[in-house]
Nanobody, 125 residues
Framework: QVQLVESGGGLVQPGGSLRLSCAASGSIFRLFAMGWYRQAPGKERELVTSITSGGSTNYTDSVKGRFTISRDNAKNTVYLQMNSLKPEDTAVYYC???????????????????WGQGTQVTVSS
């Protein structure tokens, strides 16, 4: 019922910038939060940043001051502005949405996380 569509990944040189977008579409009864995970080769998947529908944000220490998450609640869309990129930022970035799907007239589903397909971010000279 819900699909997350990601865009904006690519290849960039160290010190460069990228902007990721993730739009949630479908039957969304209530959206609680959206965010971004990433997984680099040979490393654990980590939560990079998240933002609630009310605007509260969290960042992992390694990206503080460089990455900025924002959202457009009306569009169910989250953005990740990535500046001063480093080679260690290279990873597949996954969008995540914490929500309850469904329509009010047919009954909502339970609360769960929905995942995007992932977009590759490569930082290399």
């Amino acid at each position: 019922q819900v699909q997350l569509v990601e865009s904006g990944g690519g290849l960039v040189q160290p010190g460069g910038s990228l902007r990721l977008s993730c739009a949630a579409s479908g039957s969304i009864f209530r959206l609680f939060a959206m965010g971004w995970y990433r997984q680099a080769p040979g490393k654990e998947r980590e939560l990079v940043t998240s933002i609630t529908s009310g605007g509260s944000t969290n960042y992992t220490d390694s990206v503080k001051g460089r990455f900025t998450i924002s959202r457009d609640n009306a569009k169910n869309t989250v953005y990740l502005q990535m500046n001063s990129l480093k080679p260690e930022d290279t990873a597949v970035y996954y969008c995540i949405a914490d929500l309850i799907s469904g329509e009010w007239y047919s009954g909502p589903s339970f609360r769960r996380n929905y995942w995007g397909q992932g977009t590759q971010v490569t930082v290399s000279s």
